[in-house]
């Protein structure tokens, strides 16, 4: 009688624990299908949660870069092309050397390339040492001017500003790169 109270005592356990386990995976599945759409938006291009949407108008700041000059938007161009950085963050150092990359090829030069990184001069020194050849550098602290004025709840981010409208933003370098590259290209006449 006490082994047979025991086997069914351990089958309701082991079915217990089969249905939680189905909950869980579920569950994990919702999660990864809702971590993927904060990182991609319509046609690939993300960014309405990590940074203002295409067509935003972007906020007004005022703050300085590394060297102390003071920056605003209308202080890097017609064509910001505008990168968020934060030193513990994983795909902010994977997508960094596309964005090197990217902006050491850019037309205007650092004049019109601005890459905020979030976190203290000590943190943020490595980051910033190889942004600077290609960038105007900003180091700021978690929403600051600049973070705010673009809407950046996520990192990286990356923006690029069409006479103070952003034109693209995302997650993901390549789109926005992909638009910056095909608006640098004088149509035919």
Known sequence: MYQTAALILVGVLALANLLFTFG??????????????????????????VALPAGATVGHFETAE?????ITLTSVGERPLVGFFSPGCGPCKERMPLFVEHAA???????????VVVGTPDDT????????????????????????????????AFVLVEEGVVGASGFDFEPVASRD???AVPAAS
């Open 24 to 49: 869980v995976v579920r569950r994990l599945r919702e999660h990864t299908a809702e971590l993927a759409d904060l990182r991609t938006g319509p046609l690939g291009v993300g960014g309405t949660d």
């Open 66 to 70: 590394v060297g102390g000059r003071s």
């Open 105 to 115: 090829a850019r037309r205007g030069g650092p004049a019109e390339v601005l890459a």
């Open 125 to 156: 020194a490595e980051m910033v040492e190889q942004l600077l050849p290609v960038a105007t550098v900003v180091v700021e602290p978690d929403q600051g001017p600049v973070q705010r004025a673009f809407g950046v709840s996520g990192f990286p």
């Open 181 to 183: 590259a095909a608006a």
